[in-house]
């Protein structure tokens, strides 16, 4: 039977056998959740005369309005735009530095806060009294927002400025999974020791890193969180907006914890396509019947690995939606037999895989051909520890 085969009546059986045994409290329900944002009763007071910088990009909208818009007309003195990874816009490539500019509808600064300057710079701050946070993040430990909130976080605390985060829903909210971040492994794509899916809003993890003292010299930022009204940890948020270009459609969101990792490889995960994080292959695989040829696409993907090379692969969209979206854990399978079918072995990692995972021995267990089921107990004790650590910051009622 060929691994294409294979692949298909797994994922059949999976999706299946979790079809059967969701129960009807985390399917998708008819309710209103209200963000953050949305709760302008609950901040807009607290802003009135105060000179304020906001950290926002595309997603930080109240309806269908963004927030920097929506501050200005009810009078909030808005002095500054910080923006992080993809830019204010959200159509900047991913890991490509970002420049400062000026937002052409408000007249306003753009800082970038990615690239040459990951945290705010004491001087940003001299005529700020208050700063705002509101971006959708995704709940995956390497996707930078939470370590752009983090440094955000640390210059607040350093230069004595209040910060009120506008919380939002977690579209990977309802599970916990992954080796936990080990501290050599700290980088811009994972600087606390969590697992890749914590299950957490921005908002509880902004509660974390400030008690855990993960902020440098353990200094404490004077925060506020603006919670949500209507959401629990069982929920399956839809986002209204993609977080970031490469993250179009729900299926890539539910799909981006397991195939990033495929960003410390040989190995495409579809950017360059209109199914980014939906498809992974490469031009030396086995023909598999399916196969894409990336490209150069503007605010998505300028240059994405094998552009304009037929890659013989694997479209997984479906599985994203049908399974992961049920799931409580990360899916290695594609990972692990797609390292076995790669004949250049040598060359199938690359020096990224280890932050990503944010330990050496996910790779090492990889080259061994340890099993899927022995990398998850692997690190089960790990995840216990953190879910102990994480129980405590939790604002909204848990999925356990």
């Known amino acids: 039977m060929t691994i294409k085969i294979k692949w298909f009546f797994f994922s059949l059986l999976i999706s299946t056998f979790i079809r059967a045994q969701t129960p009807n409290d985390i399917r998708p ?148 999974d992954g080796p936990v971040l080990e501290d050599k492994f700290r980088s811009f794509v994972g600087l606390h020791p969590v697992p890749i899916v914590y299950g957490m809003t921005i908002g509880e993890y902004a509660g974390m890193i400030n008690a855990e003292q993960w902020l440098k010299n353990k200094v404490k930022c004077d925060l506020r969180v603006v919670t949500l009204v209507n959401y629990n940890h069982n929920d399956r948020y839809v986002l209204p907006v993609k977080p970031s270009p490469n993250l179009p459609d729900m299926s890539a969101v539910y799909l981006y914890p397991s195939l990033c990792l495929f960003e410390g490889t040989a190995i495409s995960v579809g950017r360059g396509t209109s199914k980014p994080f939906q498809l992974f292959g490469h031009p030396d695989l086995p023909e598999t019947g399916f196969s894409f040829t990336p490209a150069s696409i503007i605010g998505a993907c300028l240059n994405p690995p094998f552009k304009g090379v037929l890659c013989k692969g694997y479209d997984v969209s479906d599985f994203g939606l049908n399974v992961i979206s049920c799931s409580d854990r ?47 107990k692997s690190w089960e004790e790990g995840v216990k520890k953190f879910k102990i650590i994480r129980k405590k910051y939790l604002l909204y009622p848990d999925f356990e």
């Open 330 to 376: 990360l899916y290695l399978f594609w990972l692990t037999g797609t390292y076995r079918l790669f004949r250049a072995k040598e060359k199938f990692f690359n020096d990224y895989f280890d932050k990503l995972a944010g330990t050496s021995s996910l790779r090492e267990q990889i080259v061994k051909g340890v099993s899927e089921d022995d990398i998850h």
């Open 29 to 176: 329900e008819n309710k209103v959740i209200t963000t953050g944002a949305e709760r302008t009763d609950q901040y807009f007071p607290l802003l009135k005369g105060e000179k304020i910088a906001v950290v926002a990009n595309h997603t930080s909208l109240i309806g269908k309005v963004h927030l920097v818009d929506s501050l200005i007309h009810a009078g909030v003195q808005v002095v500054k735009i910080f923006s992080p990874e993809h830019g204010l816009r959200g159509t900047e490539d991913a890991g490509t530095g970002v420049l400062n500019s000026v937002d052409a509808g408000t007249g306003l600064p753009v800082i970038s806060l990615y690239g040459k300057n990951e945290k705010i710079n004491p001087r940003e701050l001299k005529n700020i009294d208050l700063v705002l946070f509101d971006l959708q993040d995704v709940g995956v430990r390497f996707f930078t927002y939470i370590s752009t909130l983090h440094y955000v976080m640390e210059a607040c605390a350093e230069n004595r400025k209040p910060l009120i985060v506008l919380d939002r829903p977690n579209p990977n909210g309802f599970y916990v």
